[in-house]
């Protein structure tokens, strides 16, 4: 009787090491084929989620480099500086109220203007994905994507649209109308003087506004069967499940 079950605990053991191991090779099988629980091929996923982004970047782009993209879409357009905020408050109750309208203007000019040099760098950053990224992606939040792009690309996009917005900034002479309204603020007794970096806030909104709507376009891609415009991208998002 001891030896009939020592001999069917070792047949257990047996199995289930068996069962575990059939196991172990399936997974290995299923990632030698290339698949993945979505049922689709690795490469598929990472070449429909590269299209997904290039559609959303191309539209994104597209959207806030046209004249009013920024100064007329309420989600991404530039304010004075939260700094100046009481700077330009004080200016109105002061009727100066036009001088502060043209520099909010100028402001949003220089980050359409800026969103023009967007589209190369965000390109680079898809080129770069690796399967690992797809599959985060395909199974993220609906923003997954934009939140890929914003880690990858949010420093480049600073170092090239800083010059930009500079030089836009300076054309359409917001950095004289900013000079103007602070330097006037300045002047009234007793308040606070103010002076924030105009230049690092311009460009860092700019890339956040392009964010916005790269994050728009993704979430449509994902919810919308109409916006996948691609057999490739109708495969991977209806597999996907998202």
Do not use: C
Not at 117 to 141: H, N, R, W, Y
Request: proline content about 3%; charged content about 25%.
């Amino acid at each position: 009787m001891k030896h009939k079950i020592i001999a069917l605990t070792l047949f257990s053991l047996l199995s289930a090491t068996a069962s575990m191991a059939q196991f172990n090779l399936g997974k290995v099988f299923d990632k030698v084929g290339g698949k993945n629980n979505t049922g689709l091929a690795e490469n598929e996923i990472v070449q429909g989620l590269k299209e997904a982004l290039n559609v959303g970047i191309s539209n994104g782009s597209a959207e806030a480099s046209k004249v009013d993209g920024f100064f007329k879409n309420e989600l991404i357009k530039i304010a004075v500086p939260p700094e100046a905020q009481k700077v330009a408050e004080t200016l109105r109750k002061m009727g100066l109220g036009a001088q502060v309208d043209k520099f909010t203007l100028s402001l949003n000019r220089a980050a359409e203007d800026a969103a023009k040099k967007s589209k190369p760098i965000f390109v680079k950053a898809i080129t770069s994905m690796t399967v690992p990224d797809a599959l985060g992606i395909l199974k993220g939040q609906d923003d997954a994507a934009t939140q890929y792009l914003r880690k990858s690309t949010n420093d480049d996009l600073f170092k090239t649209f800083y010059p930009v917005v500079d030089s836009t900034l300076n054309l359409n002479k917001a950095t004289e109308y900013y000079t103007d309204i602070v330097s006037t603020y300045n002047q009234i007794p007793l308040v606070k003087k103010v002076n924030p970096n105009l230049k690092e806030y311009a460009t860092q909104k700019t890339i956040d506004g392009l964010y916005v709507l790269i994050a728009q376009e993704e979430k449509k891609i994902r919810e919308n069967p109409g916006a996948r415009v691609t057999d490739l991208l109708k495969k991977v998002f209806s597999k996907s499940g998202k």
